[in-house]
């Protein structure tokens, strides 16, 4: 099997990458092999590359750059999903897409179900949510995966930001009312790994599912919860570290661009009951992400 993957470079795509080379022949499609802020060029590479399964985790995720930007982040999130899938569906060929926690409103405090509408308060959500459009409107077979908060030992996210600033400051204000599932590249990969493993047919499920997943961390916790677990993992691993205290603050105390939800929990039911897989808890999950912290591999 031929495996399309594209967003090597990324911390889904990088965390794939040496997973799904063990069931196929990989095509790591950088921005050099194929260009997704190009959606034209998108069926005429495919033409060339032949993919049996397109594996989609690349994205434009820089959220507060995405309000100026936003003819490249429609370009990338919306139109190139939409590109890969038409392509896709005229060859019955399977697209696993990700997609993210952004296309909610983020009100209440209930998890969110793959069913519940969709109002995103983003450029960055809204073209997400384009993108989700466009895959299920190509009609073949697909499967998108939403997650949320995502992060890894490596690249540049929230651990690695705030393992940098335990180190270098006394104090850390972090936003205390946004809630959500931290989840790691790796529990992601492995999740996507067991659904392809689950049949011989890779599309035997997305059906059954609706063409669509939450997939996250079990459990959630806020912003500023995740930080204090930092701090205190890296304290009992033996880190050496300036920050006396982490603070909690309100999402109005730390202005951004973009509006961020404030509930980002996802209902994991239809992973277990589809396709029978109950991720491990965010802190077991950061637990095995600051081990390779302290001692990469």
Known sequence: MRILLTGVTGQVGGALLPR????????????NTLDLANPKHVAGRLDELAPDLIVNPAAYTAVDRAEDERELAYAINGEAPGALAEWAGRR???????????????????????????????????????????????GGPHLIVRTSWVYGATGNNFLRTMVRLARERPELRVVADQFGA??????????VMSVLGRSQNVVDNFDRAGGVIHLSASGYTSWHEFARAIVSGLRQ?????TVERVVPITSAEYPTKAQRP????????RLATVFGIVPDTWSDALDRELDRVVAPD
């Open 20 to 31: 799904l080379s063990t069931v196929g022949e990989v095509i790591a499609a950088d921005r």
């Open 92 to 138: 019955a060929v399977p697209l696993i897409h990700f997609s993210t926690d952004y296309v909610f409103s983020g009100e209440g405090s209930i998890p969110w179900r793959e069913d519940d509408a969709t109002r995103p308060l983003s450029v960055y959500g809204a073209s997400k949510q384009a993108g989700e459009a466009a895959v299920r409107s190509a």
């Open 237 to 241: 691993r033996g880190v050496e570290l």
């Open 262 to 269: 404030l509930n980002s929990r996802l209902d994991l039911s």
């Open 182 to 191: 931290p989840t790691s590249a790796a529990l992601i990969a492995d999740a």
